[in-house]
């Protein structure tokens, strides 16, 4: 018997096939279309600013995005390195044809795992608990677990001009009746948007207007296992270029015409507010002279360009005006044209915090059916749902990372606490504990969790164990070696112009200047250590303070998540607290004081309340 299937075959759902096959469950994929696994329908790159940490923490986890896009990509470059190391991030320009070929080459090598093309259409329940799917022939397929993963092929709609086709991203068949049958089991669907930009023919583009926008001429990986697979000099450069006034006149003269202003008069989807159309931008920005746009290629196999930024919903005839402005692509021939997409959604405060659904038992859903933008978004709650099924299946207890663990944390508590009105997209400025959270130390934090659930294999760890010793033992010879001032060594600080020491210091101690660096100090002394332990040491020593009131403050986090609250409190009987933080406490229904006071609309004041209540019924003392 099939113990899981997933629905969908997108990064959700690859993520959560792979986890759970791997942990050796016998589970069925099931897509509507096998050659959209793990599809990129939007911009091919992997990674961002944040993104690029959580694909390091499904690498750190045991997942597969980073292995198969350190394997697959164009190009790669770590984001903000002039800046500190809370917003660094990678980021690849993905190949569209390889990423889903190896992809599917990985998710093929697992015996546990059979893959299936069809369409689901309603889910067999009894008593409130999912025991299966039901196809559109008929069929009924009857598991212990389902996971949906369905990306935005609810009902989806492609919106261009004042034309609305129900189909899904490259016109294939949505799904027309899932969304319908959970909205009759309970749940609560929004309708979302997203949009996706023209794709350029390569040959009819003038680069000589454009920047040059290269990979970092030093090797980086996504993931912590695998060694760099492919050469710096053979990496695809992607370049840059900028909407001038004529284009701003054209948009704002047809505004119209745009199916998000005005040519269609049906439009429910709420965009993503971090990746506006271009209509948008030139709307809501009306002061900026232009917008910056990225030309990015799609695959080493063929021609397409994909100009990031540019997204629109705009009619064809306008779209080519709007392109020809552009510098460098005057003559530019348009291979697709951008389009908007809407969709269902479920919404996400009808999940618990391991994704399983509080409406229907042994349902769980994960990626842009919980209302997230983005690749990485999705993948890592793919990779949770997973996870979390098989332990359910196992009879253990789920795997819930917190907010100062792990940017995979942070995303599930916004999405199950908070709510949404537009995509979520994960930002650096919604982790608190961000300088915790870094792409270089997401082993440190997670390979634990990965190792336990059986993701992480014993090797795996044993090289985490033997980087940490190094760690240790480098931050020790850093104490006893100094760096003796001579008149070479003086001469080396004048010529840097970094102020001279006016004693002999230990390294430890020079390492704590913020002008000095690693690379400095190995003018004068040879670091009998790897590149990877050199940056850890160099942060902890230079962020030390900072780091341990981050810790001190998560401390303070964590012992209002000790403090629980009973699952069946009536909220009706909790006096004189606000009537918004009623409503909304009664909707989320959190577990801990600190996943209730990081509810919108819910006061200090609605706490304390809350808090007197608990220890008057329950006798705790919170």
């Known amino acids: 018997m099939v113990e899981i299937i997933i629905v969908g075959g997108g990064h959700a759902g690859c993520e959560a096939a792979y986890a759970s096959a791997k942990k050796g469950h016998k589970t069925l994929l099931i897509t509507s279309n096998l050659n959209n696994i793990a599809d990129m329908p939007c911009n091919p790159h992997i990674g961002g600013s944040a993104k690029g940490i959580v694909v390091r923490e499904i690498d750190a986890l045991g997942g597969i995005m980073g292995k198969v896009a350190d394997k697959t990509h164009l190009q790669i470059k770590m984001l903000n390195s002039a800046k500190g190391p809370a917003v660094q991030s990678l980021r690849a320009q993905g190949d569209k ?5 190896e992809m599917m080459n990985t998710l093929k090598s697992l015996e546990n795992l059979e893959i299936k093309e ?27 677990i389902v996971i949906l993963t369905t990306g935005t092929y609810l009902k989806a709609d492609i919106l261009v001009g004042n034309t609305r086709t129900r189909q899904g991203p490259h016109g294939e068949r949505p799904s027309l009746f899932l969304s319908d049958k959970l909205r009759n089991y309970g749940f609560q669907i929004k309708r979302l948007k997203t949009g996706t930009p023209q794709r350029i023919d390569r040959k009819t583009i003038d680069f000589s207007k454009t920047r040059v926008e290269p990979g970092d001429n030093k090797y980086l990986t996504f993931s912590f296992d695998l060694e760099p697979q492919y050469k710096i000099e053979d990496q695809i450069p992607c370049h840059l270029t900028y909407t001038t ?7 704002r003269e047809n505004l119209n015409k745009s199916s998000m202003y005005g040519a269609l008069d049906d439009i429910e989807g709420i965009g993503p507010r971090y990746c506006p159309s271009i209509e948008d931008k030139v709307v809501r920005f009306s002061d900026k002279e232009r917008h910056q746009l990225f030309i990015e290629p799609e695959s080493r196999y063929y021609d397409d360009m994909y100009l990031q930024g540019f997204s629109t919903s705009m009619p064809p005839e306008i779209q080519e005006k709007m392109v020809h402005s552009l510098p460098g692509f005057e003559h530019a021939k348009i291979l697709k044209y951008g389009y908007a997409i809407e969709y269902d959604a479920i919404y996400p405060t009808q999940l618990k915090a391991s994704l ?27 990779l949770m749902a997973g996870i979390n099924a098989s332990l359910k299946i196992e009879g253990k ?11 995979i ?19 650096t400025s919604r982790a608190e504990f961000r300088l915790l959270l870094r792409s270089d130390n997401a082993d440190q ?10 993701l992480i294999s014993e090797e795996q760890m044993q090289k985490l164990t033997k980087k940490e010793n190094s760690i240790q033992e480098c931050l020790e010879w850093l104490k006893e070696n100094k760096l003796k001032i001579t008149n070479d060594v003086k001469q080396v600080f004048l010529e840097k112009n970094i102020p001279l020491p006016t004693a002999t210091m230990t390294l430890e101690q020079l390492l704590k200047r913020p002008e000095i660096t690693v690379e400095f100090l190995e003018n004068f002394i040879t670091f009998p250590y790897t590149d990877e332990v050199k940056e850890q040491v160099e942060i902890y020593l230079k962020y030390e303070g900072y780091i341990q009131k981050a810790y001190k403050e998560a401390e303070k986090m964590l012992k209002l998540e000790k403090k629980q609250i009973p699952n069946d409190i009536d909220y009706d009987k909790v006096n004189n607290i606000a009537s918004e933080a009623r409503q909304k406490l009664k909707e989320v229904r959190p577990t801990t004081i600190a996943q209730a006071i990081r509810i919108s609309g819910v006061n200090p004041s609605d706490i304390s309340i809350l808090s007197v209540y608990l220890k008057k019924e329950y006798g705790k003392d919170e």
């Open 409 to 427: 944390g942070v995303l599930i508590d916004d999405l199950i606490t908070k709510g949404i009105r537009d995509p979520y997209r994960l930002l």
């Open 118 to 144: 069809a369409m689901v259409e309603d889910l067999i329940v009894e008593n409130q608990k999912v025991k299966g799917v039901i196809l559109e022939n008929g069929e009924k397929i009857e598991s212990k």
């Open 397 to 407: 207890e789920p795997l819930v990372l917190k907010r100062n663990e792990a940017y």
């Open 356 to 382: 399983e659904t509080k409406i229907l038992e042994n349902l769980f859903t994960a990626g842009q059916i919980n209302g997230t933008s983005g690749y990485e978004e999705a993948a890592c709650q793919g």
């Open 245 to 251: 006034e004529e284009t701003h006149r054209i948009i």
């Open 97 to 101: 044809v390889a990423y889903p070929k």
């Open 445 to 454: 934090r997670l390979r634990k969790y990965g190792y336990e659930v059986g």
